[in-house]
């Protein structure tokens, strides 16, 4: 069965480091989600990707943060200064394009940020 | 806005008995959709079941099944016969017709007593 795909599974960085999370969606889904989930909390949504076009990227931190998905394929979030509030789970979903009702998840990166 | 609450931080259950988690949501539209995802430790985030607002009969897949009340707002999953594999965070989840974002409510740990 194919999955969504992220690396790494987890990372510890200090602050002012520079970080960076990849993901690998499920072959065809034309639709990528990044979102946030700090500890004790649900997703939130940081960038939504149509293709390689940003559709949403309202809660995107910018000053730190930056997502790409140049190919319209796999994508990174950057996060370039780190700060301590960064610690949290970054988790990756897609969805098929026309199937408004399921969003496959990753495995998720765990930043910690010291 | 859309909101999404869930009430209860932790709930437990005896195995093979019967639990109901609870949700709560506030939107404006008229047209939308709701959804429990089930988070088990360390593993992807999965979806146990939908329903869409418009259709008045409460969605059930297998032992999964949910309370839907639209003139309340309310969105309560019940797990039948629960088995030690349904121990995990389950957050409420729900998103507009025509933007699929979905806001996710805090999560409710949930615990199998075998």
């Known amino acids: 069965e194919a999955e969504v795909a992220q690396s790494p599974r987890y990372k510890i960085t200090e602050k002012s480091q520079a970080v960076a999370f990849w993901c690998d969606p499920i072959s065809g889904h034309a639709t990528l989600y990044w979102y946030r989930q700090i500890l004790g909390q649900g997703p939130e949504l940081l960038v939504q990707f149509q293709d390689e076009s940003v559709v949403d990227d309202s809660q995107l931190p910018k000053d730190r943060f930056s997502a790409e998905r140049l190919k319209g394929v796999d994508s990174t979030l950057k996060i370039q200064p780190a700060e301590l509030g960064d610690s949290a789970m970054y988790l990756c979903?897609?969805?098929?394009?026309?199937?408004?009702?399921?969003?496959?998840f990753g495995p998720g990166t765990r930043l910690t940020v010291t | 806005a859309q909101t999404v609450t869930q009430s209860q931080p932790e709930m437990s259950v005896q195995e093979a008995e019967t639990v109901t988690l609870s949700c709560t949501y506030d939107t404006s539209e008229s047209d939308y959709y709701l959804f429990w995802y089930k988070q088990p430790p360390s593993r992807q985030m999965i979806l146990v079941i939908r329903?869409?607002?418009?259709?008045?009969q409460n969605a059930t897949e297998n032992r999964f099944s949910v309370n839907f009340q639209k003139a309340a707002k309310s969105f309560s999953l019940k797990i039948s016969d629960s088995q030690l594999g349904d121990a995990a965070m389950y957050f409420c989840?729900?998103?507009?017709?025509?933007?699929?974002?979905?806001?996710f409510g805090t999560g409710t740990r949930l615990t199998i007593i075998p």
């Open positions: 329903q869409e607002a418009y259709k008045q």
């Open positions: 979903a897609s969805r098929e394009l026309g199937q408004p009702y399921e969003q496959y």
């Open positions: 989840a729900s998103s507009n017709f025509g933007n699929e974002k979905l806001t």
